[in-house]
């Protein structure tokens, strides 16, 4: 996947920055065109630096420039949704729908039903959500629509926690993650590990069409994952990973380079799989150790002291070797003999 | 209220709610001065004519380098490129290769024609200049432009001072050094050879000058007191390097030995190698770290198989053998003898030891101050003498750099200076702003691109030969090392703070209009200026 991304040619900051005017118009990033969709517009609530509403409006641009525009968007309870549609105003400038916080894969199931009923199946359709409305509360409207292969793009947005109610823990929150209801306290402080789900292998196991995982940090690695999707047929999953300044306790401004270091630590494999088996991963550019993911992050603070040095290094080591399996299972770091 | 189908509530956009209120700091876009820039000593703007050359467009980016300095193609070859030292580039592999680009550009404006128009009308004034080496062409070139009538007099048979008689051919070809000087004189400059200048005050007068710049270089070798025999041939490294350049090629020797440590005696070094010197032997008082000459030039010279022996000391020359007393750093990290002598075979030796300058032409009624050898000069290149300015070699302090580059740079001050001068105005100050630091880049953008090399001609074919070493690079690696630059400090229009506001709060103006905040929405997050990859955002605190 890389490789075909990788230009035969240089072009000073290649195809890591958003734009780049030496390179071709058809090849530039749906980011960079000043006529983008802006699916998600300014003046939404979400908080400042906010992750997800960077991905959504990265994702769905993409999906509204496959689709030349015929995209019908589903969209299931959460941040995203409160913090874009209070009453009377919408951020939405695509074709918007929201009905309940389990029912989104349901809903979306029937728009393509609907449109395919009607002849019109040209027009296309997106049903997104948090962590919560896919791993927790509409999980099983998910595995149904994963399971009869409906020709729906789900993409998670994936915050690690059900953050604008007040940070609790959902089903992909980390171990060892201080939330509301996992507080940073006893022998096992923070979320406990081994519990939780992993979607998107969920997902693979549905052998599905098309599975793919993505941060915020990498524009055009998400972008040709929405494309490739958007080219194909049933059911179809994609899962965004986006750091919460709010929950995971960073600056807003460093959203961008905690997606990075979660992708470059080996803590979020980013990768594609077709009917059930991996295609390829994006190795990892610089191996970073798994601290220095975690040191900025406030609900990891009882994992190190006040100068930032590491107090719970069994803690650190067990987060470490998550990390390093993902390396491993997904060979991001392709040289690597493990 | 009529809705259509399925639709149960009015809907009004959520541009209604200026999301701008909540910031408690805003992003602002800056433009820092790169380092590159700031290192060069001609003053030119590297970073801007880079960004040309990225897009392929190499006579603008000519154009631009020629803003600054007349002789592309000459820097490309004899600059020390302190650039390439100060290139943010070294903190992710290795600099920028400017100064081949340089050449790159310089030698493709010879190929081309390409020249620079004088516009600006004739100001009726006259000025001298004396000496035809880079310093007294920058400043002609720059004061032709300003429409200043400009007549150079240089003492020796052909222009190019230092360029021509001081650095040697495999390493400055001769057509490049033509083609440049050529240039300026089809500007309008005219160049008057063979005619000395004894007292710049009468010359001024008679050739009714309103002004002059003296651009005389260094041309005199030191001689310290060594004592000789009668049979012992010594000569000077400039004496050595200038005869080889008139076609007098000095009798050397089979064994040379050379004294001195600056790049004056790699070029006497690496030209007797050249002349047939079965070995040479470079002698040096200090130790190799503090060798004045540039790495590459020493690297250089032991490639070619020039000996070198630090720590050492000529104490005397007699026929066919020299003295030679050890030498230790003490304390202080200064050399000082150790009484212990050897004898070292040698048929000649060549003193590289510094260089002075013949201020003869100063002696008289100008009120000139020339201690310690040195004209002094103000911030402008004036001397003490009204409309007498000075430059490069001749106007550099003892612990000044004397480089080519400096020269020009100072030619290019002193053409403004004299061009303010001649109007009775004074020079407004330049406002730099503060500078790009490595510190500031977000690094995880650049493509990983490791430095293109340029060809060198293999040891053994540079033995009886002045062929040119260092070869250019293809327009295509040229344009790879162009796109190396990173862009330090200044926008580059990679479109990712456009790209990266979660609130659509960046504005695209277009191609070369950059961008805008739109503080309607901007929450001030800071994402834009975290990852910018050149460092040309900072946060500002609000104050409300």
Redesign the interface.
């Known amino acids: 996947m890389l490789s075909e991304r990788t230009p035969v040619?240089?072009?000073?900051?290649?195809?890591?920055?958003?734009?780049?005017?030496?390179v071709e118009l058809e090849r530039?990033?749906a980011?960079?065109d000043?006529r983008r969709a802006?699916s998600?517009?300014?003046?939404?609530?979400?908080?400042?630096?906010?992750?997800e509403?960077?991905g959504a409006?990265y994702a769905l641009d993409a999906a509204m420039r496959a689709t030349r525009g015929q995209l019908i968007c589903v969209n299931s309870t959460g941040c995203l949704e409160v913090f874009?549609t209070p009453?009377?105003?919408?951020?939405w400038r695509v074709a918007w729908l929201h009905s309940l916080f389990a029912n989104a894969a349901s809903v979306a199931t029937g728009v393509a039903a609907g449109l395919r009923a009607t002849g019109r199946d040209v027009v296309r359709v997106v049903a997104q959500g948090g962590d919560g409305g896919t791993a927790d509360i509409g999980f099983g409207a998910l595995s149904g629509m994963f399971e009869r292969n409906d020709d729906v793009l789900f993409i998670c947005y994936d915050n690690q926690g059900y953050m604008n109610t007040g940070v609790q823990r959902s089903s992909t929150t980390p171990g060892a993650a201080r939330t509301a209801t996992t507080q940073a306290v006893g022998p096992q402080p923070g979320n406990a590990f081994g519990q939780g789900k992993d979607v998107a292998r969920l997902a693979m196991a549905h052998e599905i069409p098309y599975v793919a995982t993505a941060t915020v940090a990498d524009?055009f690695d998400l972008e040709s994952k929405v494309e490739r999707a958007m080219s194909l047929h049933g059911a179809r999953y994609l899962h965004v990973l986006v750091p919460c300044?709010l929950g995971w306790g960073t600056?807003?401004?460093?959203?961008?380079?905690l997606a990075?270091l979660a992708h470059e630590t080996g803590i979020f494999p980013v990768f594609e799989a077709e009917y059930g088996e991996v295609t390829s991963s994006v190795p990892l550019?610089?191996r970073t150790a798994v601290e220095e993911y975690l040191r900025p992050q406030k609900r990891f603070a009882h994992l190190f002291d006040k100068s930032g040095a590491v107090t719970s290094p069994d803690v650190v080591a067990r987060i470490q070797a998550l990390a390093d399996r993902n390396i491993r299972r997904y060979s991001l770091v392709p040289d690597e003999d493990q | 209220m009529t809705t259509p189908f399925a639709i149960t509530l009015g809907v009004g956009s959520s541009l209604a709610n200026k999301t701008g209120s909540w910031r408690v700091e805003r992003p602002v876009y800056v433009d820092r001065h790169p380092p590159c820039n700031n290192a060069c000593p001609a003053g030119e703007a590297t970073q801007g004519w880079l960004y040309q050359a990225e897009e392929g467009n190499y006579e603008a980016a000519w154009r631009l380098i020629m803003a600054s300095n007349p002789l592309p193609a000459i820097m490309g070859r004899a600059c020390f490129h302190p650039c390439e030292s100060a290139c943010n580039r070294v903190q992710i592999d290795e600099a920028v290769g400017i100064n081949a680009v340089e050449r790159f550009l310089g030698d493709r404006a010879i190929d081309e024609g390409w020249t620079v128009p004088v516009s600006a009308p004739p100001s009726g004034k006259r000025v001298l200049v004396v000496g035809s080496g880079p310093a007294g062409l920058a400043a002609a070139y720059h004061l032709v432009l300003l429409g200043h009538e400009v007549v150079v007099y240089e003492a020796a048979p052909q222009c190019g001072g230092m360029l021509r008689y001081g650095i040697p051919q495999y390493r400055l070809p001769r057509a490049v050094v033509d083609a440049e000087i050529d240039r300026i004189a089809a500007m309008g400059v005219r160049f008057e050879v063979e005619r000395r200048v004894e007292n710049v005050a009468d010359a001024m007068q008679r050739g009714a000058f309103d002004a002059a710049f003296v651009g005389i270089g260094a041309q005199r070798g030191k001689h310290p007191d060594i004592p000789s025999g009668d049979a012992a041939k010594v000569l000077d490294a400039v004496s050595m390097l200038h005869g080889v350049e008139e076609g007098a090629l000095p009798a050397l020797g089979r064994r040379v030995v050379i004294y001195g440590g600056g790049d004056t005696a790699m070029d006497a070094a690496r030209t007797a190698q050249r002349l047939g010197a079965a070995e040479t032997i470079l002698v040096y008082r200090r130790t190799r770290d503090q060798m004045p000459a540039h790495d590459e030039e020493v690297c250089d010279a032991a490639l070619e198989g020039v000996q070198m022996r630090w720590l050492s000391t000529v104490s005397r020359a007699d026929g066919g053998r020299l003295l030679i007393e050890t030498m230790v750093l003490n304390d202080q990290g200064l050399a000082e003898g150790t009484g212990h002598f050897e004898e070292l075979e040698a048929d000649s030796l060549v003193l590289a030891l510094g260089q002075d300058t013949d201020l003869t032409l100063f002696d008289g009624d100008v009120a000139v101050d020339t201690t310690r050898g040195v004209v002094h000069v103000d911030d402008h290149q004036m001397t003490g003498h009204a409309g007498l300015f000075c430059g490069g070699d001749a106007a550099a302090g003892p612990s000044a750099e004397r480089t080519v580059t400096a020269a020009v740079g100072d030619g290019a001050r002193a053409a403004a200076a004299i061009d303010a001068w001649l109007a009775g105005v004074t020079l407004a100050p330049t406002v730099i702003p503060p500078l790009a630091s490595a510190d500031r880049l977000n690094p995880w953008y650049y493509a990983d691109a490791s430095r293109t090399l340029r060809p060198r001609l293999e040891a053994a074919r540079r033995r009886s030969n002045f062929d040119e070493v260092v070869g250019g690079l293809t327009a295509e690696d040229a344009l790879f090392e162009a796109r190396r630059c990173m862009s330090c400090g200044n926008c580059f229009e990679c479109d990712n703070c456009y790209g990266v506001c979660p609130d659509n709060a960046v504005i695209k103006l277009g191609p070369g209009q950059r961008y805008e905040f739109n503080l309607d929405y901007c929450k001030g997050c800071g994402i834009c200026a975290t990852e910018c990859p050149c460092g040309a955002i900072d946060m500002v605190p609000e104050h409300h």
Do not use: M, W
Not at chain 1, 87 to 91: A, K
Not at chain 1, 251 to 257: E, F, G, V
């Open positions: 040619r240089f072009y000073q900051v290649g195809s890591f920055a958003v734009g780049n005017r030496l530039r990033s980011q960079s000043p802006n998600l517009s300014s003046g939404h609530r979400a908080c400042a630096g906010c992750g509403a960077l409006r874009s009453y009377p105003e919408t951020s524009l300044p600056l807003s401004k460093d959203t961008i380079a990075r550019r610089h």
